[in-house]
């Protein structure tokens, strides 16, 4: 007789984790490719203007990467399982913030790397809505909704 059956237990277990990641698996793949377009710009950047690239500086990201996507799932449980009276879309909410600072980083970046407008205006422009938007100024000051 057999009392643990493995093969059912990790079947379930996967069958939670997939339950559970499905509905902010893709904010999470955007929040990836945001913080990798990020790095990529910054080490082009850093090449063009003569700096050298650290291993230290991918050893960040990757912290980095790590923080953010544990604050998007720990907002998913908080709006899934204990704010259940109200959908808040707190995960998709903080990714769009975290996603609209790389933004800001990585156009910042291509126009230290290019040095066109174009890029240093649509920096500008950018912090302006994130600011206008979520009442985070990104250079460290904090901005009250009107």
């Known amino acids: 007789m057999k009392y ?3 093969d059912r237990i990790w079947a379930y277990i996967g069958a ?17 490719i945001f913080v990798v377009a990020d790095m990529v710009s ?20 990757i912290i ?3 923080m953010y996507a ?6 998913h449980g908080l709006d899934t399982y204990m704010l259940t009276i109200m959908d808040c879309g707190l995960a998709r909410a903080g990714a769009t ?8 980083s990585i156009l ?10 174009v890029f240093k205006t649509l920096t500008t422009f950018t912090l302006g809505k994130i600011k206008e938007k979520t009442g985070v100024d990104v250079n460290g000051k904090r901005h009250r909704h009107k």
């Open 108 to 117: 910042e970046n291509f126009y230290r790397a290019t040095g066109n407008v």
């Open 42 to 61: 910054g080490m082009y950047a850093a090449l063009k203007s003569g700096d050298n690239l650290k291993s230290s500086e991918m050893q960040r990201t």
């Open 16 to 32: 939670a984790l997939i339950g559970f990641f499905e509905p902010i698996y893709v904010v999470l793949l955007w929040m990836l």
């Open 64 to 66: 980095k990467l790590n």
């Open 4 to 6: 643990l059956d493995l």
């Open 70 to 75: 544990t604050s998007v799932i720990l907002l």
């Open 97 to 104: 913030i975290i996603c609209g600072i790389e933004l800001y």
